[in-house]
């Protein structure tokens, strides 16, 4: 067991409620501490765009407090079909266009865990812990891109 196992679980969002989680927290990062997306559009108090209905989602609990504290999500398809392409280019070189990659994006975390603290939680780690559950995620449905 790593050091993030001992604090951290990643949570597949494959519920309704898991779901509900991950919306709200998204809600509340992008909302309401860094006003990246404007929360008049979300009077249920839960973050979406059109990806997430093509979207794995994975919130970050906290063992230590219990409390939620971050996520990310795949959104799962076709190169030209990625929240990448609104704004850049992106290309797989030799692969054929139908090629299904997964984009890791939304990544958030709540202010309140974006620096160490005293019982040691820290960004760095949580932003690895995500990562990993990510690729180990696309490996189980054979998504190597």
Known sequence: MTMFDE??????????SSRDIYYRLRYR?????????????????????R????????PVRGKRR?????AARLVIGPADFLPVNRVAEI???DAP????IAEFSRLLIR???????????????????LIRAAREYCRSIDIDQ
């Open 66 to 70: 219990n409390r939620w504290l971050a």
């Open 97 to 100: 266009p139908e090629t299904i």
């Open 7 to 16: 604090r951290y679980e990643v949570v597949l969002a494959d519920t309704a």
């Open 51 to 58: 990806y997430d209905d093509y979207a794995v989602r994975f």
């Open 111 to 129: 202010n309140d865990y974006r620096t160490p603290t005293e019982s040691g939680e820290a960004e760095p780690e949580v932003l690895l812990g």
């Open 29 to 49: 990062v992008f909302c309401e501490e860094t006003g990246f997306e404007d929360a008049r559009r979300f009077g249920n108090q839960r973050e979406r765009d």
């Open 91 to 93: 290309g797989l070189d």
